[in-house]
């Protein structure tokens, strides 16, 4: 049977946030590391027994919880880098806001070992996400289909095809530290691979160079690396390729609802509707923005997610709906033809990771405009009702799921759009409402000195993402912003 939380927080706060994010980053880098098997080293397992604080002896799921991933995302019996990115990004603010440096220490080691290990040299491209992991039970890299089981790849041979950055911004300041040639390179490799049109910018999600299915959520990100690595180098000709490449998602809007496409590149269900991914898209132009000073980033987040707002919203059932018919503006209801679509309604629970439903990143998409085009000037504003919209959503499905509680990253992304909607807009009920739910988070995920991915069993994985709701954590707790060395929410 699960532990019952540490309810500490929601009965008094004898203890800071902070506390608890040591707490789990302490046991996590004691035991949680793959120091062991043919191939020892300091990156961290996948999942860990929140009682040995090692992997599980058994890994196997039970059958009633919700099931999180598809295909062999979660990294069995290996590490994730991708997934843990987030993670290492707490460990790197909480040693600044401690003055104690293990923790970037053992995030830097982590870094470093993935790079000796995990690097298809070849192309530079890094083998991690969707479809590669590190095993370090056969102390291997490990490449995985659509339906095959993993297999061990030689990365001094291999391509890396199968590479995708989606949906995590990857927190390159974090890569770039301990490595920055095999980062740079890293990141130019995404540009030659995952493009192919550089008149258009025409790109796909896998990095094989051919026409395939362009996400939105991979174009946004793939955008921002390239303005990232620009900022750094002053190479203007990335900001004008990721210019382009998300110009190629943003022509497909409608002539008449202006509603973009979820991918413009193949005829299935994604290329005729549109999610609340366009928020994940959104926020990475935004980021895009900040490292070029190009204002036409963010000129097409704005118009992206705008139509959303005019056409998505349910009045009665006061919920923003999960799909939009690109033509009509209507929402797509009923029988799903792939698991990994959205609901009806854009769930803030949904369990399954990832999918394209995102409607906290919208929300906190939302947040920023409602901030930027606030005043006397601002005309037709539709997004300051957005975020109250969503701020009142949150409220009404708290206690998550019913109160069975839900996975930590989506208490962590509610935590800040919550925490990060009060302080651009000066709502201090805001962050309150933030309160509560951190407090819940805590309540319910926290057990035997770690956070558990979810409330269901007694087991920490890094595609849970523990790493969301520490930095939530922490940036609620701080008067500050954290550096997030690359990364958003």
């Known amino acids: 049977m699960p532990s019952h939380g540490n309810h500490a927080m929601t009965e008094n706060r004898e203890q800071s946030y902070l506390d608890f994010v040591c707490s789990h980053l302490d ?29 599980p002896e058994d890994d196997r799921r039970p059958e009633h919880i919700p099931k999180r991933c598809y295909r062999y995302i979660e990294a069995p019996k290996g590490c994730t880098l991708y997934w843990d990115l987030p993670q290492l990004v707490a460990a790197h603010a909480v040693s600044k806001r401690t003055g104690d440096p293990k923790y970037s220490h053992a995030a830097d080691a982590y870094v470093r070992d993935f790079f000796e290990r995990c690097v298809a040299a070849p192309t530079g ?74 008149d258009t910018g025409g790109f796909n ?33 990335l900001v004008d390729l990721a210019q382009r490449i998300a110009h190629y998602n943003f022509e497909s809007r409608d002539p008449n609802t202006k509603l973009m496409r979820n991918q413009v590149t193949r005829d299935r269900w994604d290329q005729h509707c549109l999610t609340t991914e366009v928020g994940l898209w959104a926020t990475s132009l935004l980021q895009a923005a900040e490292y070029s000073g190009r204002r036409a980033f963010a000129d097409m987040a704005r118009d992206g997610i705008y139509p959303y707002l005019k056409y998505g919203y349910d009045p009665e059932a006061r919920r923003y709906y999960g799909k939009l018919e690109v033509t009509t503006g209507k929402p797509v209801r009923g029988e799903k033809t792939t698991r990994y679509q959205p609901d009806d309604y854009a769930e803030l629970w949904e369990p399954l990771y990832p999918t394209h439903n995102y409607p906290m990143a919208f929300a906190t998409a939302c947040t920023h405009f409602a901030e930027v085009e606030s005043g006397p000037e601002a005309r037709d504003n539709p997004f300051p009702q957005g975020v109250a919209r969503w701020a009142r959503i949150v409220a009404e499905e708290t206690p998550a799921r019913g109160g069975h509680g839900a996975y930590a990253e989506h208490y962590g992304r509610a935590i800040h759009f919550l925490t990060d909607a009060a302080r651009r807009l000066e709502r201090p009920e805001y962050l309150e409402q933030a309160r509560a739910v951190a407090n819940e988070a805590v309540g319910v995920l926290f057990a035997q000195g770690m956070f558990r991915g979810h409330p269901g069993e007694d087991r920490y994985d890094a595609v849970d993402g523990v790493g969301f709701l520490s930095l939530a954590l922490l940036e609620l707790e701080s008067d500050e912003p954290l550096d997030l060395l690359g990364f958003h929410f």
């Open 125 to 198: 491209l890094l083998l991690w996400n969707n479809h590669y992991f590190w095993d370090a039970f056969e102390g291997c890299t490990k490449e995985f289909g659509a339906s095959s089981k993993p297999w061990c790849v030689d990365p001094a041979e291999h391509m890396g095809h199968h590479h995708e950055l989606r949906p995590l911004p990857p927190a390159w300041e974090a890569l770039w530290r301990v490595d920055p040639a095999k980062t740079e390179r890293a990141i130019r490799a995404v540009a030659k691979w995952h493009v192919f049109d550089l």
């Open 205 to 237: 999600r896998h990095a094989n160079g051919k026409e395939a299915y362009s996400f939105l959520e991979a174009g946004g990100i793939i955008a921002e690396s390239l303005c990232w690595l620009a900022a750094r180098t002053g190479d203007e000709e």
């Open 27 to 55: 046991r996590l880098i004691a035991t949680g590391r793959a120091d062991f098997g043919p191939d020892p080293n300091d990156m961290w397992m996948s999942s860990v027994d929140i009682h040995t604080g090692r992997y």
